[in-house]
């Protein structure tokens, strides 16, 4: 069992849908990082987060540390956020603030 | 604004052939990751750099990966022999050393081929 797992894996959306994506994680965190990556491979990190809930723009993190769980969700779901989500944890449990990941979920937000 | 810039972005080798990719963080940032991504998969972690010492090596760096940052400050990542197993994407990632959390900050990445 992964240390993160993430759903769902694939995610078809029409435009204007309110989407959610999750992330489960099984080790005692410090921070947990929502992540966009683009078909040509870049990351952008968008959220970090140890507790409660934050908000940029559309898009909305929540962490719930007790269950070990956190969602992303986007308003207004627009083509443009198409691309591959990634949950990444940093356990207290390993050294240098290195991250480990979910294997994503893939977004397709159709016009 | 630089961010984290890393060359090349792509590269074709055949098997068998050394390769070596470059990452140049963010300036200020003292701590530097390697990252590794296969298709449809989430990155793994490689290693990790607190300005020029070397702290922590994934066991999936095998003894034909070799990473350096000489200087504190760009580093490479060397892959000898190359095997098909090594196609994937590489990531780089910057952060400043713990006061708290601190974000990373990723660079594109150098997608290998081996043909």
């Known amino acids: 069992k992964n240390e993160v797992e993430q759903s769902p894996q694939n995610l078809t959306a029409q435009e204007g849908e309110f989407i959610t994506i999750n992330c489960s994680y099984s080790?005692?965190?410090?921070?947990l990082h929502w992540l966009q990556q683009h078909p040509g491979g870049g990351i952008v990190s968008l959220f970090m987060?140890?507790?409660g809930k934050k908000k940029h723009g559309r898009l909305i993190a929540t962490i719930n540390i007790q269950e070990k769980h956190s969602s992303l969700h986007i308003t207004a779901s627009h083509p443009r956020d198409s691309a591959v989500y990634i949950c990444?944890?940093?356990?207290?449990?390993?050294?240098?603030?290195?991250?480990?990941f979910g294997e994503g979920t893939q977004l397709t937000v159709n016009p | 604004d630089t961010g984290v810039s890393q060359n090349p972005r792509h590269k074709i080798t055949k098997r068998g052939q050394n390769v070596t990719f470059r990452c140049d963080p963010i300036?200020?940032?003292?701590?530097l990751y390697w990252y590794r991504q296969t298709l449809g998969q989430g990155p793994e972690f490689l290693t990790y750099?607190?300005?020029?010492?070397?702290?922590?090596k994934s066991r999936l760096l095998s003894d034909r990966f070799s990473a350096e940052r000489p200087k504190g400050s760009f580093s490479t990542l060397e892959i000898q022999r190359t095997e098909q197993g090594d196609s994937a994407m590489y990531l780089c990632?910057?952060?400043?050393?713990?006061?708290?959390?601190?974000?990373?900050?990723f660079g594109d990445g150098t997608r290998l081929s081996i043909l």
């Open positions: 300036s200020e940032h003292n701590r």
């Open positions: 750099f607190q300005n020029e010492a070397q702290l922590e």
């Open positions: 990444a944890v940093r356990s207290q449990e390993t050294s240098g603030s290195r991250l480990t």
């Open positions: 080790v005692g965190i410090s921070a």
């Open positions: 990632a910057s952060s400043l050393a713990d006061r708290g959390n601190q974000p990373q900050h």
């Open positions: 987060l140890s507790s």
